[in-house]
């Protein structure tokens, strides 16, 4: 049982409304969207999109990956590999990269990327030239 006690409640630090919160956040995701590809993507290549998870959703919401361009998805987890994201396949990265041999790599994952590097390199060796990192434009 709850028993109150007496005297005056604590008072609770005042908390941002709710309107303030989502512009935080709408800011927020504003700053992802000045992300450009690093180094350049090569016109009319395909390109492939290593990460499936949150920070690649909110990229391709905010129409920061090349969708006209866009083949799929290379993502580890074995729960979201058959699925699609936007219409795309989510596949395994050895399947990916043997289904799109030539396309270039973007990376979307919130993980340090050098690991996907070293990834690639086990799985593809040579294809680390195909990798294309997302930062702040130069």
Do not use: E
Not at 82 to 108: E, R
């Amino acid at each position: 049982a709850v028993v109150a006690g007496r005297g005056a409640a604590p008072a609770l630090p005042p908390q941002p409304s709710t309107v303030q919160a989502v512009q935080r956040y709408l800011g927020d995701c504003a700053q992802g969207a000045t992300l450009v590809p690093q180094p350049p993507l090569p016109a009319q290549c395909p390109v492939l999109a290593w990460g499936a998870g949150s920070w690649a959703q909110r990229l391709l919401g905010q129409g920061q990956l090349p969708r006209d361009r866009l083949v799929g998805f290379l993502d580890n987890d074995p729960n979201k590999q058959g699925l699609q994201l936007d219409g795309l396949p989510i596949m395994p990265p050895a399947l990916g990269l043997q289904q799109h041999p030539q396309a270039a790599i973007l990376v979307c994952v919130a993980i340090d990327p050098q690991q996907i590097a070293a990834a690639l390199d086990a799985l593809a060796p040579g294809a680390r030239q195909r990798l294309h990192f997302l930062s702040d434009p130069p």
